[in-house]
């Protein structure tokens, strides 16, 4: 190892040094507990932002509707309107269902011609 890689890595080294010798400083003043506050300062963000992307990747639920086909996402155990036809749509397990109020009879209307009344 010569002289200059050991410059060069001494060069890299010493943002982190000077850091260092600063909480150390901080620290042998009594100040230690500001070198925590501004450390939480620091972290509380990035523990935020992270928990946040695992909390949507467990509850943002990409589907389509079952009335029309339409695909968009929701929020998993919430309920909503497809943005397509209207419906209102409940969404559990995964998947979106039809939010029908109890007592609810579902019809499926059918066309009948004219000329199959006359035969």
């Known amino acids: 190892m010569s002289f200059k890689s050991f410059q060069l890595n001494?060069?890299?080294l010493r943002p982190w040094l000077t850091l260092l010798?600063?909480?150390w400083l901080l620290a042998s003043l009594g100040l230690g507990w500001l070198v925590i506050i501004f450390g939480l300062l620091l972290l509380a963000p990035i523990a935020a932002f992270f928990?946040?992307?695992w909390w949507l990747q467990r509850n943002l639920?990409?589907?389509?509707?079952?009335?029309c086909r339409y695909e968009f996402t929701g929020l998993n155990n919430s309920q909503l309107q497809c943005p397509n036809c209207g419906e209102s749509l409940l969404?559990?397990?995964?998947?979106f269902q039809r939010f029908t109020p109890e007592g609810t009879i579902d019809v499926t209307a059918?066309?009948?011609s004219a000329k199959s009344l006359e035969d």
């Open 110 to 112: 059918v066309e009948v």
């Open 91 to 95: 969404v559990q397990n995964s998947h």
């Open 51 to 53: 928990g946040f992307r």
């Open 61 to 67: 639920v990409a589907d389509q509707c079952p009335v």
């Open 10 to 12: 001494l060069l890299n």
């Open 21 to 23: 010798a600063v909480i």
